[in-house]
């Protein structure tokens, strides 16, 4: 009698843990099995099985979000371009103003549209780990000399200076760094107002490379900065749209620079500015 007695208590929590395996399904990951009156081994199992659920729960709810945002910003343009081409159906034949003024708004929100399922696609690649990664060693110095060139072409509004530009190597996808990068740079000048400063810096401190870019710009508020990287977020929708932002590219760079083994560190203070800085292993 005592034998079955513990037989049946040995064999209790491995029924009850099999029993709730067959409950859970994709969409009902919120059970968890009953750790109390576990013991030793089977409650270790037990907690282990609950924490597997927590990862895969967690998982399937950011992709969820993913999904659910990435549909909200491929709303708005496709509603724009079907509102227009509603508008030259009923008037743009005969009205040269409003059969310009509605191609212009297509071709920009369509390009708005290629550049989002872009960044969707990158993402979806990389959290496949399938995004491929081409390094070689090449010059970082180079790489930084003809962004800030290229910038001062497009942007004349803002100040930017390159402060220091140290000649060290890297071994690196050069056009992948050069995108995370050119991302950082736009996004500070997005934020800066008007005859703000944009400063590049790059130098070598402890066999690390060490980039900096500085800006004047509206800053971030402590409420916003843990969350600058997720996808999507905004800390004002409004605003971000209005300059042409996905809410992707902060992701994107984050993954580049992550990918390299390199570190991203952002101070800011709102209506002071904001500095990114970026390290990344030399060439070796």
């Known amino acids: 009698m005592l034998s079955t007695k513990n037989s049946e208590k040995l064999i209790s929590p491995i029924e009850n843990l099999t029993d709730m395996a067959k409950k859970i399904s994709i969409d009902d990951l919120d059970k968890r099995i009953d750790v109390k009156g576990s013991k030793d081994e089977l409650k270790e199992l037990a907690i282990t099985f609950n924490n597997m659920l927590d990862r895969i729960q967690e998982s399937v709810e950011k992709q969820n979000q993913f999904v659910s945002d990435a549909s909200h910003e491929l709303r708005t343009p496709?509603?724009?371009?079907?509102?227009?081409?509603?508008?030259?159906?009923?008037?743009?034949?005969?009205?040269?103003?409003?059969?310009?003024?509605?191609?212009?708004?297509?071709?920009?929100?369509?390009?708005?549209?290629?550049?989002?399922?872009?960044?969707?696609?990158?993402?979806?690649?990389?959290?496949?780990?399938?995004?491929?990664?081409?390094?070689?060693?090449?010059?970082?110095?180079?790489?930084?000399?003809?962004?800030?060139?290229?910038?001062?072409?497009?942007?004349?509004?803002?100040?930017?200076?390159?402060?220091?530009?140290?000649?060290?190597?890297?071994?690196?996808?050069?056009n992948l760094i050069k995108e995370a990068l050119r991302i950082f740079i736009d996004n500070s000048i997005k934020y800066t107002p008007p005859k703000g400063t944009i400063k590049i810096s790059s130098w070598v401190k402890n066999y690390t490379s060490i980039i900096t870019i500085e800006d004047t710009g509206i800053g971030i508020s402590r409420k916003d900065l843990p969350h600058i990287f997720d996808r999507f977020y905004?800390?004002?929708?409004?605003?971000?749209?209005?300059?042409?932002?996905?809410?992707?590219?902060?992701?994107?760079?984050?993954?580049?620079?992550?990918?390299?083994?390199?570190?991203?560190?952002?101070?800011?203070?709102?209506d002071k500015g904001t500095k990114i800085k970026i390290e990344l292993p030399l060439a070796v």
Do not use: P
């Not at 310009?100 to 979806?124: G, P, R, T, V, Y």
């Open 234 to 270: 905004r800390a004002d929708k409004a605003r971000n749209r209005e300059k042409g932002g996905t809410g992707l590219g902060l992701s994107i760079a984050k993954w580049i620079i992550e990918s390299h083994e390199g570190i991203i560190n952002v101070t800011s203070e709102q």
């Open 78 to 174: 496709i509603a724009v371009i079907q509102g227009y081409i509603n508008l030259l159906d009923r008037w743009g034949k005969d009205d040269k103003a409003v059969l310009n003024e509605s191609i212009q708004a297509i071709k920009d929100e369509s390009e708005n549209m290629k550049h989002l399922i872009e960044n969707l696609l990158f993402l979806a690649r990389s959290d496949k780990h399938t995004q491929k990664i081409h390094k070689e060693k090449f010059m970082l110095n180079e790489i930084i000399d003809e962004i800030v060139t290229e910038t001062k072409m497009i942007d004349t509004s803002h100040i930017i200076l390159m402060e220091k530009n140290e000649e060290f190597m890297i071994n690196a996808d050069k």
